[in-house]
């Protein structure tokens, strides 16, 4: 194998491909990065839960394929100067890295044991927008459970209807709710669930463009499709929470908020709160008012923000962590707050109809003194 490209396209490319690379398997061969040339040069970083495939355009002078240890591969191309990189592997895998007065000498082994990744065949893609898509990603996924015990919350489920494309994640606390809708009706019907870990990856991998991303969905994995770069991870199996039943609509309390000011007053009153002091924030909403406390063995804190409407002194409290996650991820400048009683969950949805948003979490139960 040997080909030649530009420094600064290859070393995205490792970057990007090197984040699925096993950091430990029983296959050797999952540890390093995949490379294949050919018509142009495949990279790839596989774990068997989630696989990257990134390519890059080169002179291609001989074609081949090999594994090339990834962390020192990128360590090596980084700091080479900033042109063409040539890159040779022999028959027995000596690597030579050139690039202008700088050469290096490495091993790589044979791909013969490396795995191919899933093949996902499908029809026709569902195409959103990168910038959509990362921000319905980043707007749900901090929601996601970490709890083993059901595997299908360490997830995302993805809804694609005619009209739109919906992201929910839940975690038995809260729940988080993004919505798309697309100009054109993309004439399909589905619904899965992605892995967190592996959302985690195409979030970093899209832009904030226009540009489509293209997820394509096979019986047990999908596809997404990114400019030169394709994701491909398994679907998770199981029967995920039916989550209009548990979000509340019709709250007879609705509040308008400014979301900067009411977090960081949530922020300020946090500040006598530890991870290990979880100790909840007691917030009454009255009159034009929201009033926050919080008491721990640190000390004791106290805030008030202006909102829109007439709480009718509702007490309730709520996870510190929970709620500010919430609030960050509302992408307006205002917000609603609806609430019920003290015992139901709030709920933070746009000023609008449009529902473009949900963000739900569950309260705690206040005890004396708190």
């Not at 001989?62 to 980084?78: H, N, Q, S």
């Not at 459970?145 to 694609?160: K, V, W």
């Not at 406390?293 to 640190?298: E, F, N, P």
């Amino acid at each position: 194998m040997k080909f030649s490209c530009e420094k600064n396209l290859l070393v995205s490319a490792i970057s990007v491909a090197s984040r699925t690379v096993a950091m430990k398997s029983a296959i050797p061969a999952l540890e390093g990065i995949y490379i294949r040339a050919g018509v142009k040069v495949m990279l790839s970083g596989y774990n068997l839960e989630t696989g990257i495939t990134v390519g890059v355009d080169a002179e291609i002078r001989e074609t081949g394929e090999a594994i090339f240890p990834a962390r020192l591969f990128f360590d090596i191309v980084r700091k080479l100067p900033d042109d063409t990189v040539e890159v040779s592997v022999d028959e027995n895998f000596k690597v030579s890295i050139r690039g202008g007065i700088s050469s290096f000498s490495i091993t790589a082994m044979s791909a013969e044991d490396y795995p191919e990744l899933p093949d996902v065949e499908s029809e026709k893609g569902i195409p959103v927008p990168q910038r959509e898509l990362r921000e319905m990603i980043s707007g749900t996924i901090f929601s996601a459970s970490e709890n083993m015990a059901r595997p299908i919350h360490t997830g995302c489920l993805f809804e694609i209807a005619d009209e739109s494309v919906t992201v929910v994640a839940v975690d038995g606390y809260r729940l988080a709710l993004r919505r798309y809708i697309p100009e054109q009706p993309l004439e399909r019907t589905v619904k899965f669930v992605a892995p967190a870990a592996a959302l985690k990856e195409v979030e970093k991998i899209l832009t904030d463009s226009d540009d489509d991303c293209t997820f394509y969905l096979g019986t047990k994995h999908i596809l997404f499709t990114i400019g030169e770069a394709t994701l491909v991870c398994r679907i998770l199996e199981g029967e995920f929470l039916d989550w209009r039943r548990v979000l509340p609509e019709n709250n007879p309390i609705k509040l308008a908020a400014n979301v900067s000011a009411i977090t960081d007053s949530i922020e300020r009153v946090s500040l006598v709160i530890s991870e290990k002091l979880k100790s909840p924030v007691r917030c009454t909403f009255g009159d034009q008012t929201a009033d926050f406390r919080t008491i721990s063995t640190i000390g004791t804190a106290h805030d008030v923000c202006q909102i829109a409407g007439d709480g009718k002194d509702l007490e309730i409290g709520f996870n510190c962590r929970y709620l500010l996650d919430a609030l960050r991820a509302v992408p307006d400048g205002e917000c609603m707050l609806e609430l019920s009683n003290g015992l139901s969950p709030i709920v933070l949805t746009p000023c609008d109809d449009t529902r473009r948003y949900s963000y739900m979490v569950l309260p705690v139960r206040l005890k004396a003194g708190e």
